[in-house]
């Protein structure tokens, strides 16, 4: 059952007259850019999830907040579609355009409006870089914690957008725990302020609804972040393990001690290989799991942490443990793991990357699942991990080339996310649902709860114009997803089915 | 732990919803009833949570407990405790009638809240007898998740207008190893200044409050940043008792019989002129105000900051919580009537129309 926008399950949209359209952006927003021949419109067919693509009807860059506001209200006017998109770099298909909707590039959007040091907050406009933000305040010592890897790129409305994760997590939050504020058009073009300059703002909390709607909800047009301090010191310890439980239960220990690392991540061999393969980083390609344990703060308790980790991994059973010598040796203990996928990505044709979360005692549990499943379906897994907070990123190798192996892939990944689901997890700790989950939502959500998702968004956007067809299933297609998996029954684990 | 009292009362629960809904009689969630002084007066049937609790399962290497809305904080606390771990957003118990339940629904955060996170920041996910009379689970017992809206977050200051809250999952920490609170003489405007200086730098600040007499300050962590800190900043050691009389409001201060305002201001506005008496918590975010002021110029001269004021003397105001601009205030109704469609839960508490 194909992700792309299927009407017959998604649900009608309505018939956009291309031709009326453009003449009437180009009658009522002469300055602003549209794009609308083939060969331009084909750059925008899709964003970080590249398998999945669908040319935009048109595509529209304004530069000015005002441009959008006209936008929405015409669109509003003439029941268009429209999907906003940020950088681009989202790995659920958040931003997959629709061929009957028009696709809103939020990324001339890059000016950093305020920083106060004082307050410490940043206000920028929504298509500013993630690491830009941490780059334009580092002269005061502060920085913006959300670190998704791809920071280099990403946008900071699409990481509202998404509620953006990264390596920090179990430390610093979600994106949703470092906002002010966030400042919205709402689908008739209405300007709306959520949040506020103070800690919070009176009314329901709209701030923490819009964090990861997935432009289902609003189009942000500014964004007020939170900014912290940097720590004063930041060390790494590496741990080999002779087993991946072994590494699984040194995680809880950590925190059974009562120390929260700022980072904690965890790879399995396959992925141990790849990394020191590419990188060089230093990682004994023996180990059947690693750790990695950033401690961070003033430099005492640093110190101090690092003395008891270890203690601790040591009695763990970790077969190895080193602290990081110096940055240069941090930084490239930290490089393997940043540069995982690619590595990854250098073993095999093509890999998908999946996002579950799992609590983490499940652990071990879960990877003896995910290798059952990989042999069952005979595709290699790497296992990547931010084993602070439970989020998996199983990397699934595979060859688009060869016949049936896509959707072969994208099958053993749903089987996976449904295992996350089983063991009390979710089938998305940061990507997001886009297009590509759609399906499992129905595995998570049962249709009451789902309905209740389209309430939510019926209070914003009745006419459902805002990114049709993302982040919630219709019941239709859950129904449709459902009579399919029992008529695939004969796929391997059985007790997998029964939701 | 499972305590004497611990038990599940969803059918009793979704069956007074269900009454409620079929005979169109609205209904005043409550659980210790601790916060009425908080919102507009509910007419309305009392449902009552308290029969509804128990903590359902704690895991403290996962940093998540889940328990049901009437668990009385006192018991969460308490089980937390025993294992090293707390709630970072330092809720008020009031006097011990305080539940898990009307914490979320009201979402008032201790003095720890700029630096740990506010209630919202906590709840990882929740299940919820709505307006259709369903009950249903969002979110989860996972650090992250972005599946479908967040629906769990929301609830955190709702005040029960969208649904009864039964079980929430919170995220949970370990306490620090050192605490310590110091007093430092200063006036008021140079509280504000250092707190805005210190903000900027790693000093391992957990609360920061002036008193009208001097500032305030704990500081939280490891032994060496704790001791670091305490010789930098000098003062004179603190008894720990002053946050928890400033959470319960319990300090002198919150005597005062004029009614009681909360400010919630950005941390580095400066010393706000008004009418009464004034204290500062939150580091500079959250100003406490005694005063006989009319509420336009209370909330004239918060909003003319970036921030909002809300009445917490019941009855003083007919619309204790900031009004919403136009907009805003429609997508709440909208919001509202979507997920409860009959206008059963807590209708008027916040805002008449919502």
Redesign the interface.
Request: glycine residues 14%; proline residues 7%.
């Given at each position: 059952m194909s992700i792309l926008y299927d009407e017959r399950v998604d649900g009608p949209l309505p018939n956009v007259d291309k031709p009326a359209l453009l003449a009437a952006l180009r009658e009522q927003l002469p300055d602003m850019e549209v794009l609308h021949t083939v060969e331009d419109l084909k750059p925008y067919e899709c964003d970080g999830l590249s398998a999945y693509t669908t040319t935009p009807m048109l595509v529209v860059l304004p530069e000015r907040i005002e441009q959008v506001e006209q936008l929405l209200k015409l669109c509003y006017q003439r029941n268009v579609p429209v999907v906003a998109r940020g950088a681009g770099t989202g790995l659920s298909g958040g931003a997959l355009p629709l061929a009957q909707g028009i696709l809103l590039v939020m990324a001339r959007f890059k000016h950093i409006l305020e920083v106060?040091?004082?307050?410490?907050f940043a206000r920028v406009q929504p298509g500013v870089r993630n690491l830009a933000i941490s780059q334009a305040v580092a002269p005061?010592?502060?920085y913006y914690a959300p670190d998704p890897s791809s920071q280099i790129a990403c946008s900071i409305g699409g990481n509202v957008a998404?509620?953006a994760?990264g390596v920090h997590?179990?430390k610093y939050?979600?994106t949703?725990?470092n906002l002010l504020k966030v400042e919205i058009l709402?689908v008739e073009g209405?300007?709306?302020?959520l949040g506020?300059?103070?800690?919070?703002?009176?009314?329901?909390?709209?701030l923490?609804?819009f964090?990861?709607?997935e432009g289902?909800?609003g189009i942000i047009t500014e964004v007020t972040v939170k900014l912290l301090?940097?720590?004063?010191v930041a060390k790494v310890l590496l741990a080999s393990f002779d087993s991946v439980e072994k590494a699984g239960r040194a995680v809880?220990?950590i925190?059974?001690a009562?120390?929260?690392p700022g980072g904690l991540e965890m790879m399995d061999n396959l992925a141990i290989r790849a990394a020191e393969d590419f990188i060089h980083a230093g990682y004994p390609v023996e180990a059947e799991a690693i750790l990695l344990c950033e401690l961070d703060?003033?430099?005492?308790?640093v110190?101090?942490?690092c003395v008891r980790v270890e203690a601790v991994l040591t009695q763990a059973g970790a077969t190895e443990v080193r602290l990081a010598r110096d940055e240069a040796e941090r930084i490239r203990f930290w490089a393997g793991r940043k540069n995982a996928f690619p590595a990854v990505g250098r073993l095999s044709p093509d890999y998908y990357c999946m996002d579950g979360?799992?609590?983490?005692?499940e652990l071990p549990g879960v990877l003896k699942g995910i290798s059952d499943l990989s042999e069952e379906f005979g595709l290699r897994v790497a296992n990547v991990f931010?084993a602070?907070?439970?989020?998996m990123h199983p990397l699934i190798l595979f060859d688009a080339n060869q016949p049936g192996e896509l959707e072969r892939a994208e099958t053993l990944g749903g089987k996976i996310l449904e295992l996350c689901v089983k063991v009390?997890?979710?089938?998305?700790?940061?990507?997001?649902?886009g297009r590509e989950?759609i399906n499992q939502?129905c595995s998570?959500?049962?249709s009451?709860?789902l309905?209740?998702?389209h309430?939510?968004?019926?209070?914003?956007d009745p006419r459902g114009l805002l990114n049709p067809g993302k982040?919630?299933p219709t019941l239709h297609r859950c129904a449709e997803f459902g009579s399919m998996h029992v008529h695939h029954g004969k796929l391997p684990f059985p007790e997998l089915e029964r939701f | 732990m499972v305590m004497r009292h611990d038990a599940d009362a969803t059918t009793a629960l979704l069956e007074q919803v269900n009454h409620g809904l079929n005979s169109s009689t609205a209904l005043r969630i409550q659980g210790g009833n601790s916060k009425a002084f908080l919102g507009r007066k509910v007419d309305g049937e009392v449902l009552d949570t308290r029969a509804h609790r128990g903590i359902v399962s704690y895991?403290?290497?996962?940093?998540?407990i889940t328990a049901r809305a009437g668990t009385p904080l006192v018991e969460l606390e308490a089980a937390l405790d025993e294992a090293?771990q707390m709630l970072t957003c330092e809720p008020a118990q009031f006097g011990g009638a305080a539940t898990l339940g009307g914490m979320v629904a009201a979402?008032l955060s201790g003095p720890r809240?700029?630096w740990s996170?506010?209630v919202?920041?906590l709840v990882l996910g929740a299940r919820l007898i709505?307006g259709?009379g369903?009950h249903?689970?969002?979110g989860?017992?996972?650090?992250?998740?972005?599946?479908?809206?967040?629906?769990s977050?929301?609830l955190?200051?709702?005040f029960g207008?969208?649904g009864v809250i039964t079980e929430v999952s919170l995220k949970v920490?370990?306490?620090p190893?050192q605490c310590l609170s110091l007093r430092l003489e200063m006036d008021a405007a140079l509280a504000l200044q250092k707190l805005?200086?210190w903000?900027?730098?790693?000093i391992?600040l957990s609360a920061a409050s002036h008193d009208g007499r001097a500032l305030h300050l704990r500081l939280e962590?490891?032994?060496?940043?704790v001791?670091?800190a305490r010789e930098r900043l000098g003062g004179e050691l603190l008894d720990s008792a002053y946050w928890a009389g400033l959470r319960e409001q319990r300090l002198s201060f919150f005597a005062d019989p004029r009614p009681l305002w909360r400010l919630?201001?950005?941390?580095?506005t400066g010393v706000l002129t008004l009418p009464g008496e004034q204290l500062i918590d939150?580091g500079g975010?959250?100003r406490w105000l005694k005063s006989d002021a009319d509420a336009a110029l209370i909330r004239q001269t918060v909003a003319a900051v970036?921030?909002?004021a809300?009445c917490f003397t019941a009855g003083h105001c007919d619309s204790p919580?900031?009004?919403?601009?136009a907009?805003?205030?429609r997508?709440?109704r909208?919001?509202k009537?979507?997920?409860d469609p009959q206008g059963i839960f807590n209708p008027g508490r916040?805002?008449a129309e919502v």
């Open positions: 106060n040091p004082e307050g410490r005061y010592d502060l998404e509620n994760g997590c179990l939050g979600l949703v725990h709402t209405e300007r709306m302020t506020s300059d103070a800690l919070d703002s009176p009314g329901f909390d709209l923490a609804l964090t990861g709607s289902m909800l301090p940097k720590p004063q809880g220990e925190i059974a009562g120390i929260i703060g003033v430099e005492a308790d110190h101090d942490e979360t799992i609590p983490r005692r931010h602070g907070d439970g989020n009390g997890g979710s089938i998305t700790g940061e990507h997001g649902v989950k939502m998570q959500f049962n009451d709860e309905t209740l998702f309430a939510v968004k019926a209070a914003f982040n919630i | 895991d403290p290497t996962e940093l998540v090293g979402g809240r700029p996170g506010a919202r920041d709505t259709m369903k249903l689970r969002f989860g017992e996972v650090m992250k998740n972005v599946a479908g809206y967040d629906l977050r929301l955190a200051g709702s207008c969208l920490l370990p306490k190893r805005a200086e903000g900027q730098q790693p391992p962590g490891g032994e060496g940043s001791a670091a919630s201001v950005p941390s580095s939150w975010a959250q970036g921030g909002h809300t919580f900031q009004p919403l601009a907009p805003l205030l997508y709440h909208q919001l009537t979507q997920l916040m805002y």
